[in-house]
T-cell receptor, first 111, second 117 residues
Framework: LAKTTQPISMDSYEGQEVNITCSHN???????ITWYQQFPSQGPRFIIQ???TKVTNEVASLFIPADRKSSTLSLPRVSLSDTAVYYC????????????FGPGTRLSVLP | GAVVSQHPSWVICKSGTSVKIECRSL??????MFWYRQFPKQSLMLMAT?????????EQGVEKDKFLINHASLTLSTLTVTSAHPEDSSFYIC?????????????FGEGSRLTVL
């Protein structure tokens, strides 16, 4: 399983764009990159998943360079409610594979 | 999206008693479920992988006789903390991936907070 490295914490202000980068140097060919968000006392919630290039949904964008050794989660115009821990996970994406959680990035959005 | 539900969301018990936590996949069949434990300010730690119809696979350092896992159907896995002690107090989270999860997205339950007095 590919190991991931993220910043431990980040601060931002409301309305700003936040970019969280994750390093996964030993990502395998079949691995997908998935980001989860977790609020205190709740289970992680899926944000976005990608394999290469760029993926965008209604809440975030995911940028993956050609070598796939890193990825960047982009949150446009964050609000106070985006304060949470964000986890970058890398895995093959089949039904039976577990994901290994790193420490994640604790994002604090300030007013 | 797919929904995974846990019950109870919180439980308080006396030391020495056993507690069962249920994890259900509500709108898809989960051939595999995972159980995690999370201590305050820490990340999720995988405890075990639960496979429908077979024995669970436990991570190193997790006592299989203390944390009993049963995955009797494609929609239900249970975690029983036997003879619970205060050090077992934690936030337990299950997740499921299954035949409809496509690219391997895991769906997580809401979590169950166990407090052992």
């Amino acid at each position: 399983l590919a190991k991931t490295t993220q910043p431990i914490s980040m601060d931002s202000y409301e309305g700003q764009e936040v970019n969280i980068t994750c390093s996964h140097n030993n990502i395998a060919t079949n691995d997908y990159i998935t980001w989860y968000q977790q609020f205190p006392s709740q289970g992680p919630r899926f944000i976005i998943q990608g394999y290469k290039t760029k993926v965008t949904n209604e809440v975030a964008s995911l940028f993956i360079p050609a070598d796939r050794k890193s990825s960047t989660l982009s949150l446009p115009r964050v609000s106070l409610s985006d304060t949470a821990v964000y986890y970058c996970l890398v895995g093959e994406g089949n039904y039976g594979q577990n994901f290994v959680f790193g420490p994640g990035t604790r994002l604090s959005v300030l007013p | 999206g797919a929904v995974v539900s846990q019950h109870p969301s919180w439980v308080i018990c006396k030391s020495g008693t056993s507690v069962k936590i249920e994890c259900r996949s509500l709108d898809f069949q989960a051939t595999t479920m995972f159980w995690y434990r999370q201590f305050p300010k820490q990340s999720l730690m995988l405890m075990a992988t639960s496979n429908e119809g077979s024995k669970a696979t436990y991570e190193q350092g997790v006592e299989k006789d203390k944390f009993l896992i049963n995955h009797a159907s494609l929609t239900l896995s249970t975690l029983t903390v036997t003879s619970a002690h205060p050090e077992d107090s934690s936030f337990y989270i299950c997740s499921a991936g299954g035949m409809t999860s496509g690219t391997g997205e895991l769906f997580f339950g809401e979590g169950s907070r166990l407090t052992v007095l």
